[in-house]
């Protein structure tokens, strides 16, 4: 159970265009669902935490307009990174969660390649 | 601030071998500690917990305790196995309940050969 599907699992893009990514809690309802990146050799630093229906709170230094977090259900949330360029190029991880915030359901992850 | 640190891998283990990883941490008031695998292609999995200071998280043959006084969450396993091959984070959670963020370590990966 607690299955956290993330699609895709990798996705190349060109430079000023935009890249949605798909966080699905797929046998349960998540009440909160995290943003995650991870750069090489580093550890999951969090961008943002967002509660089904309504906005995201984002983490210090992560820019709103620039990644734009949609919680539409108690089973989506998605990322949007917009008008991407190469210094987005990372590994972006989701979670959700649905009693305790620190018990959290991990999605495989998407590596984003901005050329 | 809150912070986490776990010793850098790789390690490299043959199976049976006994295996430590350290974690150290750093917080303000009494955090809940965790520690996460990753196997290959697959999102992160709680691995055990601890909530409170001289608590044992177990599971799956791996312990790790809480200690205060130390400020430590080492991961411990008495004899790894291949499929133990797997990147493990150690994290905490600096507030109970709806308050819990969780901050990680770096991650430490460990290979285990037959």
């Known amino acids: 159970g607690a299955v956290v599907s993330q699609h895709p699992s990798w996705v190349i893009c060109k430079s000023g265009t935009s890249v949605k990514i798909e966080c699905r809690s797929l046998d349960f309802q998540a009440t909160t669902m995290f943003w995650y990146r991870q750069f090489p050799k580093q550890s999951l630093m969090l961008m943002a935490t967002?509660?089904?229906?309504?906005?995201?709170?984002?983490e210090q230094g992560v820019e709103k307009d620039k990644f734009l977090i949609n919680h539409a259900s108690l089973t989506l949330s998605t990322l949007t990174v917009t008008s991407a360029h190469p210094e987005d190029s990372s590994f972006y991880i989701c979670?959700?969660?649905?009693?305790?915030?620190?018990?959290?359901?991990f999605g495989a992850g998407t590596r984003l390649s901005v050329l | 601030g809150n912070s986490v640190t776990q010793m850098e891998g790789p390690v490299t283990l043959s199976e049976e071998a006994f295996l430590t990883i350290n974690c150290t941490y750093t917080a303000t008031g009494y955090p809940s500690l965790f520690w996460y695998v990753q196997y290959p292609g697959e999102g992160l999995q709680l691995l055990l917990k601890?909530?409170?200071?001289?608590d044992k998280g177990s599971n799956k043959g791996f312990e790790a305790t809480y200690r205060k006084e130390t400020t430590s969450f080492h991961l411990e396993k008495g004899s790894v196995q291949v499929s133990d091959s797997a990147v493990y984070f150690c994290a905490l959670s600096a507030g109970g309940g709806s308050q819990g963020n969780l901050i990680f370590g770096k991650g430490t990966k460990l290979s285990v050969k037959p």
């Open positions: 601890a909530t409170k200071a001289d």
């Open positions: 979670s959700a969660s649905y009693r305790e915030k620190n018990i959290q359901y």
């Open positions: 967002s509660n089904e229906g309504s906005k995201a709170t984002y």
